[in-house]
């Protein structure tokens, strides 16, 4: 379904990320991997797919190496059809707390991030005249949690910018759309739920039992591959039409 064309995938090396990419990739999508850590296993994951598997090493809150990375991918593959600003971080700690360089870093790598690839990959999509934009904000960016003051103003931001380039690119075949994940099982949820069992004295599954049960209904953590599955819905023609919209998958964190 998606043969021709070429996903970049922010923060693919890990995750949810990694989740959509492999997603993409099985649908014969080219892949621009992006992120930090073990990049070897991750194009590990995808080598058997049996499509092409790029990657750039772009930190996130450096519009230079953004901007380095878009040229890449022109490149090597001929420039972006569908744009997946997935990279994220997140710091916990009350206002008066927050370290200001965790909320400059929140801010640009969750949301100035996503400004400076669509701006930079819209002119080719309008080229083309087709292009999908996913921005993988969180519940978080529908509804807030204490401790959270920047992560939940950079995901309130990103859906915000969602919204705004949707409106812009509303008459095109250019669709742009958020997907608001609730709690899903990766390395940036269990850095959070190590911290709960140190800080409570519980075990690890203990500590995932009281993290779901406090926000999301189905006590189900929901998986990057589903994450996928719906990316790639939003890729189809089947959704040419669902524009400006913030899709939760949460389990029901949201409707309470
Ligand atoms: P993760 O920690 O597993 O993956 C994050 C990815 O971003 C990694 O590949 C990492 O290398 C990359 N990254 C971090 N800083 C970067 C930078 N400066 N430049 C480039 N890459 C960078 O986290 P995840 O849970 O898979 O999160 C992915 C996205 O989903 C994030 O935007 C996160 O806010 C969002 N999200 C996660 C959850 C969840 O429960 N896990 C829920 C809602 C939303």
Same mark, same amino acid.
């Given at each position: 379904?998606?043969?021709?064309?070429?996903?970049?995938?922010?923060?693919?090396?890990?995750?949810?990320?990694?989740?959509?990419?492999?997603?993409?990739?099985?649908?014969?999508?080219?892949?621009?991997?992006?992120?930090?850590?073990?990049?070897?296993?991750?194009?590990?994951?995808?080598?058997?797919?049996?499509?092409?598997?790029?990657?750039?090493?772009?930190?996130?809150?450096?519009?230079?190496?953004?901007?380095?990375?878009?040229? =890449?991918?022109?490149?090597?593959?001929?420039?972006?059809?569908?744009?997946?600003?997935?990279?994220?971080?997140?710091?916990?700690?009350?206002?008066?707390? *927050?370290?200001?360089?965790?909320?400059?870093?929140?801010?640009?790598?969750?949301?100035?991030?996503? *400004?400076?690839?669509?701006?930079?990959?819209?002119?080719?999509?309008?080229?083309?005249?087709?292009?999908?934009?996913?921005?993988?904000?969180?519940?978080?960016?529908?509804?807030?949690?204490? /401790?959270?003051?920047? =992560?939940?103003?950079?995901?309130?931001?990103?859906?915000?910018?969602?919204?705004?380039?949707?409106?812009?690119?509303?008459?095109?075949?250019?669709?742009?759309?958020?997907?608001?994940?609730?709690?899903?099982?990766?390395?940036?949820?269990?850095?959070?739920?190590?911290?709960?069992?140190?800080?409570?004295?519980?075990?690890?599954?203990?500590?995932?039992?009281?993290?779901?049960?406090?926000?999301?209904?189905?006590?189900? *953590?929901?998986?990057?591959?589903?994450?996928?599955?719906?990316?790639? *819905?939003?890729?189809?023609?089947?959704?040419?039409?669902?524009?400006? /919209?913030?899709?939760?998958?949460?389990?029901?964190?949201?409707?309470?």
């Amino acid at each position: 379904m998606l043969t021709g064309k070429t996903a970049l995938v922010t923060g693919s090396t890990s995750g949810i990320g990694l989740g959509i990419a492999k997603v993409l990739a099985t649908h014969g999508a080219k892949i621009v991997l992006n992120g930090f850590g073990d990049v070897a296993a991750a194009k590990g994951e995808l080598a058997g797919i049996g499509t092409e598997i790029g990657y750039h090493p772009a930190d996130m809150s450096q519009p230079d190496q953004i901007a380095d990375m878009l040229a =890449y991918a022109t490149r090597t593959m001929g420039g972006i059809d569908i744009l997946v600003n997935n990279a994220g971080i997140q710091h916990v700690a009350n206002v008066e707390d *927050f370290p200001p360089e965790k909320w400059d870093a929140i801010i640009a790598i969750n949301l100035s991030a996503a *400004f400076h690839t669509t701006r930079l990959a819209l002119p080719r999509m309008k080229a083309s005249n087709w292009g999908r934009i996913l921005n993988i904000a969180s519940a978080h960016g529908l509804v807030a949690s204490a /401790a959270k003051c920047a =992560y939940v103003a950079s995901k309130h931001g990103l859906i915000g910018l969602t919204k705004a380039v949707a409106l812009e690119t509303a008459t095109t075949a250019i669709t742009v759309n958020a997907i608001c994940p609730g709690w899903v099982l990766t390395p940036l949820v269990q850095q959070q739920l190590n911290a709960r069992a140190a800080k409570e004295g519980i075990d690890g599954e203990e500590a995932k039992r009281r993290l779901l049960a406090e926000k999301q209904p189905s006590l189900q *953590f929901t998986t990057p591959a589903q994450l996928g599955e719906l990316a790639l *819905f939003l890729c189809s023609s089947a959704a040419d039409n669902i524009r400006g /919209a913030a899709i939760n998958v949460d389990g029901g964190w949201v409707a309470q």
